[in-house]
């Protein structure tokens, strides 16, 4: 999977199965994973919320599904 900013958080849970991902979200304070904001917000949108650097985490979430 390649992730992008425009990507939507639910999108990439579903591609997971093994859930690696789900400890790089929690680690940038994204602790709501479940709720229905991430069933239609974009990786741009839920860092904006967070104060996360959009760039940094898209390539933190590609390296890792690079290496599965």
Do not use: R, S, W
């Not at 992008?4 to 929690?26: R, S």
């Not at 974009?42 to 919320?49: D, I, L, M, S, Y």
Request: hydrophobic share 45%; proline share 3%; with cysteine.
């Amino acid at each position: 999977m390649t992730v992008t900013k425009d990507t939507i958080i639910a999108e990439i849970l579903n591609n997971d199965p093994a859930q690696g991902c789900v400890p790089i979200f929690l680690a940038t304070g994204m602790h709501c994973l479940g709720c229905m904001a991430a069933h239609g917000e974009t990786v741009e949108q839920a860092c904006a919320v967070h104060g996360v650097d959009a760039d940094a985490l898209v390539a933190q979430l590609n390296d890792y599904f690079a290496h599965q």
